[in-house]
């Protein structure tokens, strides 16, 4: 069992960066993916990171403002967001999955973080 802890939201300007954390409990991930949900909608996946790889995906909505990352180390992965929009505002969570590879349907994972808030301020 995976616990995950998400940390780095706030409220910034439209412009602005933040950098979000997610910290694992343990190691035993193979994949990360962060996922966001404003008001109003539905859950949407934003990045995609694999441990061993380190190769990614993104959703054409953040593509060329967000960088996933890793710091395997640590078992925290991080979400660099530049460029923020109003619309990027959400709540904000990481998610894994026991085994399988992850994508972007939030229905392919079993365990989640609290999530952290992103207010983007126009």
């Known amino acids: 069992q995976v616990q995950l802890v998400e940390s780095g939201g706030g409220s910034v300007q439209a412009g602005g960066s933040l950098r979000l954390s997610c910290a694992a409990s343990a190691s035993a991930y193979n994949c990360m993916g962060w996922f966001r949900q404003a008001p109003g909608k539905e859950r949407e996946g934003v990045a995609i990171?694999?441990?061993?790889?380190?190769?990614?995906a993104y959703a054409d909505s953040v593509k060329g403002r967000f960088t996933v990352s890793q710091d395997n180390a640590k078992n925290t992965v991080y979400l660099q967001m530049n460029s923020l929009k109003p619309e990027d505002t959400a709540m904000y969570s990481c998610?894994?999955?026991?085994?399988?590879?992850?994508?972007?349907?939030?229905?392919?994972?079993?365990?989640w973080g609290q999530g952290t808030q992103v207010t983007v301020s126009s």
């Open positions: 990171i694999y441990r061993d790889r380190g190769s990614t």
């Open positions: 998610a894994t999955r026991s085994s399988g590879y992850c994508s972007f349907d939030q229905w392919r994972y079993n365990y």
